[in-house]
């Protein structure tokens, strides 16, 4: 039943995040709580197969929620090279 519960989660805070572009400080809030919940309670569950057998749909909701965890690092990462690079610049044409 946790597993189950740290799964629809999951699926709410990928959705959130899937659905809105939020501040850095927020990403990195909803990132924490998903590294939580994949280290604390879903990784464990599937090494130990305690959890396990899941039915055919958890399987697939599981690996659709990879994928989409996937997407969204890649768009963080892409996101915070940019802020890293960002470099505010003074148009000639703009007044002090």
């Known amino acids: 039943m946790q597993l189950e519960t740290a799964l ?14 939020t501040a850095p400080a927020d990403l990195s809030e909803a990132w924490t709580e998903i590294d939580d ?6 990784a464990p569950a599937i090494k130990s197969g305690g959890s396990l057998p899941l039915e055919e749909e958890a399987k697939a909701e599981i690996g659709n929620l990879i994928s989409e965890i996937a997407a ?3 768009k963080l990462q892409i996101k915070a090279r940019a802020l890293d690079t960002f470099a ?4 000639s044409d703009d007044p002090v």
């Not at 629809?8 to 572009?21: E, F, P, Y």
């Not at 919940?37 to 879903?42: D, Y």
């Not at 505010?88 to 148009?91: A, G, L, M, Q, T």
Request: glycine content about 4%; overall charge positive.
């Open 37 to 42: 919940l994949l280290k604390s309670v879903i």
């Open 88 to 91: 505010p610049r003074k148009n």
């Open 8 to 21: 629809k989660r999951l699926d709410i805070l990928v959705g959130q995040l899937s659905a809105t572009t």
């Open 72 to 74: 969204l690092e890649q």
